[in-house]
């Protein structure tokens, strides 16, 4: 079956450490997202790409980076960590249809120290 | 004033009961009206989406817009323990080129037997 994964699941870094978080879909799907899960502030989009070679910013896109070399893979970069960036990370892909139904995986939990 | 307001719970009910989950608006470009269920420790996923005004159903699940009111609701007759998690509401502008996602903070169901 398609799925999306992520990982590490769980991770704890220090300030200033560069973190990759790796996400991996096997749904074929075009457009991947990462995204950011925060009490009270619901979930906020940090990048997306279109397909290869081809990233965007979303809302809350500094101190991040993603790069897409194929179709299966968005690895998401901080570049160097802060206690801010302390959250549940998603990644998702999708077709673009009508819908545009976004597929989550299962989270990244995060924590700077 | 925020895009999407949506009460966090958490809502406590019994075995049985109607619930009625609701989420307001104040973009009137939102065209395209969703509910993302999420258990604990997983990613969300889509329940139900909606395009126009008035109500659609799937078994136990009912989702109504008002878009002159600007105002979604969810219900789920029937809940049950495993319809506790958190429910998201996402609404997107228009069906052409990529139109982000705008989530709602999520409200938190519990079930209990």
């Known amino acids: 079956d398609a799925e999306i994964t992520q990982s590490p699941r769980h991770k704890i870094t220090e300030t200033g450490r560069q973190v990759t978080l790796a996400c991996h879909q096997t749904w074929n799907h075009n457009n991947m997202f990462w995204y950011r899960q925060d009490l009270g502030h619901g979930l906020r989009l940090i990048h997306y790409s279109y397909g290869v070679q081809d990233t965007n910013k979303g809302e809350v896109s500094d101190g991040y980076s993603v790069s897409r070399s194929n179709t299966e893979d968005l690895p998401l970069t901080l570049e160097s960590a802060a206690s801010s960036q302390t959250s549940v990370y998603f990644c998702?892909?999708?077709?673009?249809?009508?819908?545009?139904?976004?597929?989550f995986g299962p989270g990244t939990r995060l924590t700077v120290l | 004033q925020k895009e999407v307001e949506q009460d966090p719970g958490p809502l406590s009910v019994p075995e049985g009961a109607i619930v009625s989950l609701n989420c307001t608006y104040s973009n009137s470009a939102f065209q395209y009206f969703m509910w993302y269920r999420q258990y604990s420790r997983k990613g969300p996923e889509l329940l139900m989406y909606?395009?126009?005004?008035g109500n659609k159903e799937d078994g136990r699940f009912t989702a109504q817009v008002d878009k002159s009111s600007k105002y979604i609701s969810l219900f789920i007759r029937d809940s049950q323990p495993s319809d506790s998690a958190t429910y998201l509401c996402a609404f997107r502008k228009m069906n052409t080129g990529f139109q982000k996602l705008v989530f709602g903070t999520g409200t938190r169901l519990l079930v209990s037997p």
């Open positions: 909606t395009y126009s005004s």
């Open positions: 998702a892909s999708s077709v673009l249809a009508p819908t545009d139904t976004q597929y």
